[in-house]
């Protein structure tokens, strides 16, 4: 009886099952000759017996679940080894796997039984609930993305080779919620290689839930940050009470982004921007409005209905992309430096953000913030150029990651070097098909109905050659041409930042010594799709916020090739106009800005741009009369401009 199910587990599926290290020893076990001898009894259980422990993989058993005589609690090496072995023995009788197959295959007899009773009811207790799941069918592993954990299905035909990155990790009630997805899946979207649907209990969101922090937008926008004046956390707090208890988290997140913006403004950090209110009034106004009709993104999903607020994780290998260093000013001399560290499940190809901030001098920026400890023995520049290995992690639902103690201030985190080698994730996190990740950012939904994610939009570009480089002392930019496998191109953009001064520099130093991947966040603009970087791998890791280059290359000036798209720099500028309506507040616009609108709509519908100049049109004609304290006057001013504003920015994001 030939073991279909064992020969599936490669050297990567059993370090999902196990851990990297026992792979790499058993590998070595069998390339020195000390692998096991190998029977195969009459019900297909695999005998292995090496020198010190005996394996029986009987099947139908998970393999943590199958006997070893070792003392090891979880999936040894003998385990392992025992696979590989059969692997090696077996394997050119195995028929090719399929290129795809579905989960949904799986009886709720089997489920149950895996899974045993109490789990069994948890899963049905959420079905009647209802959930959102995303499927992927595209490669060999089928996974489901829940609101609270990533499933794969490692093995086909094999249920109890399933695996979740929650704290049970096996035999949980994702198991069961994820093959139901898969039903969903295969019922309603049959063809696409990932699909979005909604199980069991439909959403029940209460629509006056949203009016509090809707009101408070309309008030803020007609006032302005400048005039959003004191009490404003009452205010907030008022807003974000009725979000809390309908458990929509997604607007409770909005409303909690935007006080924190405007109580930058008010104690003058040099980091606010008007642009950043405008884009959080306009998305509480596009998901409300995106939720009240059925689309293609379920309402639960577009408000972030009962996501969980922290999810806690299993064993966890996290791969560091790179880091983003931001600050601001407090009071004379000292500001808040924070550190955006990006790091990324090769299993799941998620990118989880780990967040840390402290109060520095003037002169701690960059390298010198790579000495600072994110946690305790965990040095900002090692974690950013290394790999995690943590057993205390929980995730936040917009991916923001923490890292736990124990009772004793151990984070159960360690951090080791990393050698650059991020073809080991697969899509889409990797790209090495400029063109297709052209045609996934085009054909993606708006991003006011997807999840709020802090890393949605972050991907790992393998580079080919590097051409065409400028920098713009003006703008203080440094923009490269870069090419992938298929000849298509990318635009690199990084911008100088007081808090990396020298990252431009170090981007430059590897230019020079040889580029093989980027990471970093992705858009389009225009027709072209842009990537700020975060990370590179030259010879080694290179984050590039926290580097000091010894290098003396030259930024060669000027523009080169990177000519402006005159419609995209109107669609700035009409943007960049409404919200500074908004940061001086709709009720006391000048005439002069006034004008301005005028003249920008006209443009936009010169330009071809109808639906954007009809609707700054509409906002012009708001204005045109006297408001006078009129509430529908008001309201109808408010409602005109979150109607341009969301335009703007679909036009922007659609390029």
């Not at 994702?174 to 990932?194: G, M, T, Y």
């Not at 109580?263 to 606010?272: D, E, L, N, P, V």
């Not at 090419?483 to 431009?504: E, Q």
């Not at 003396?552 to 080169?560: A, H, N, S």
């Amino acid at each position: 009886m030939r073991r279909d199910d064992l020969l599936a587990l490669d050297e990567a599926k059993l370090a999902e099952l196990a851990t990297r290290g026992h792979v790499k020893k058993a590998v070595k076990e069998l390339e020195a000759g000390r692998g096991p001898t190998i029977e195969v009894e009459a019900d297909g259980t695999v005998v292995a017996v090496t020198e010190d422990a005996t394996v029986r993989l009987t099947p139908g058993s998970a393999l943590r679940d199958t006997s070893c005589t070792c003392p090891a609690p979880k999936v040894c090496r003998h385990r392992v080894m025992a696979v590989l072995a059969y692997g090696q023995a077996h394997g050119g009788d195995a028929d090719e796997p399929a290129a795809r197959w579905s989960p949904a295959a799986f009886d709720d007899a089997d489920v149950e039984a895996l899974l045993g009773k109490w789990a069994w009811r948890r899963a049905l207790d959420r079905q009647r609930r209802g959930y959102v799941a995303t499927v992927s069918r595209a490669e060999e592993v089928p996974i489901a993305e829940l609101p609270t954990c990533t499933v794969r299905f490692l093995v086909p035909d094999g249920l109890s080779y399933a695996r979740c990155d929650c704290e049970a990790g096996v035999k949980c009630e994702h198991i069961a919620l994820a093959v139901w997805a898969f039903r969903q899946a295969d019922e309603r979207h049959p063809d696409a290689p990932k699909a979005t649907v909604e199980v069991g209990g439909g959403a029940t969101i209460e629509a006056s839930s949203l009016d509090a922090a809707l009101e408070l937008t309309r008030e803020l926008l007609l006032d302005g940050a400048v005039g959003s004046g004191a009490a404003l956390g009452a205010r907030f707090a008022r807003a974000k009470k009725p979000l809390g208890e309908a458990k929509l988290l997604w607007p409770r997140m909005i409303c909690e982004d935007l006080e924190e913006t405007l109580t930058s403004y008010a104690g003058r950090a040099a980091t606010y921007h008007p642009t950043r209110v405008g884009e959080l009034l306009t998305e509480l106004h596009a998901r409300a409005r995106a939720s009240a009709h059925e689309g293609e993104i379920p309402a639960r999903v577009v408000l972030g209905l009962d996501e969980p607020e922290e999810t806690a994780l299993e064993h966890l290998r996290l791969v560091s992309l790179g880091c983003r260093l931001t600050r601001e000013a407090l009071e004379e001399g000292s500001y808040r430096a924070r550190a955006d560290v990006y790091l990324a499940d090769p299993d799941t190809r998620a990118v989880l953000v780990l967040q840390t901030a402290w109060t520095v001098g003037e002169a701690d920026v960059g390298a010198a913030l790579a000495r600072r400890h994110v946690r305790k023995d965990l040095p900002l520049g090692t974690l950013a150029r290394g790999q995690v290995v943590t057993k205390a992690a929980k995730r936040r639902a917009n991916q923001a990651l923490t890292l736990a103690a124990d009772r004793r201030g151990l984070t159960r985190t360690s951090v080791t070097p990393q050698r650059g080698e991020w073809d080991l994730f697969g899509a889409p996190l990797f790209v090495d098909d400029f063109a297709t990740l052209a045609a996934e950012l085009r054909d993606a939904p708006p991003r006011y109905v997807r999840p709020r994610l802090l890393a949605e939009r972050v991907r790992v570009l393998a580079v080919e050659e590097v051409g065409d480089v400028a920098y713009d002392p003006g703008a203080q930019v440094l923009r490269a041409r870069l090419r992938g496998r298929d000849d298509s191109s990318v635009t690199l953009l990084l911008t100088h930042s007081a808090a990396a001064p020298k990252a431009i520099d170090a981007l430059v130093d590897a230019f020079e010594k040889g580029v093989r991947y980027v990471s970093g966040e992705v858009w389009r603009e225009g027709d072209e799709v842009r990537v700020s970087p975060i990370g590179v791998v030259t010879d080694r890791v290179v984050a590039l916020d926290l580097e000091a280059p010894t290098g003396k290359g030259e930024l060669p000036t000027g523009f080169g090739s990177f000519a402006p798209e005159p419609i995209h720099e109107l669609l700035l500028e009409a943007r960049a106009l409404l919200d500074r309506g908004a940061h001086a507040g709709m009720r006391h616009v000048t005439d002069a800005w006034r004008d301005e609108l005028r003249g920008v709509a006209a443009r936009l519908a010169s330009a071809g741009l109808s639906g954007c100049a009809e609707r700054a049109q509409a906002v012009h004609a708001r204005l045109a009369g006297r408001l006078g304290g009129d509430a529908e006057a008001e309201e109808a001013l408010a409602a005109a401009w979150l109607d341009a504003s969301l335009r703007l920015r679909l036009a922007l994001e659609a390029g």
